[in-house]
């Protein structure tokens, strides 16, 4: 009897674990595989290379990825499907990135001194 008591009132602390480690910010390995395969399926429909989409997104898991863009890669040639381009514009860079970008030839040239 005090057993089964005891079970009934520490089964909602062990169901709770789930919800805990997310709180804590611990990842779930198969969530973070799922993202990072999703993430590579997804770039491989836009037409996007590995290099391309590592950098679009630095945070995923590089494995995940790669995982992700070649299943997709090998789906889309066994079905012969084509490349979707992203109908979305393209994200404008910062302006710190603008600056960065910034042609030489636009940029005001230092004058000499009169006289020089």
Known sequence: MKLSL??????PAL???DA???????PDPAKVEAEGKAVGGACRLAGRGLEDCYALNPRADKAAVFSGWKEMNEYMIK??????????APAKPAASE?????PEAAKPEAKPAAGH
């Open 98 to 102: 603008a600056k960065a970008a910034e």
């Open 20 to 26: 805990l480690k997310d709180r804590m910010g611990i």
């Open 15 to 17: 169901v709770a674990c």
């Open 79 to 88: 079905n012969n499907m084509q490349v979707m381009v992203p109908q979305a």
């Open 6 to 11: 005891a079970i009934v009132a520490l089964l």
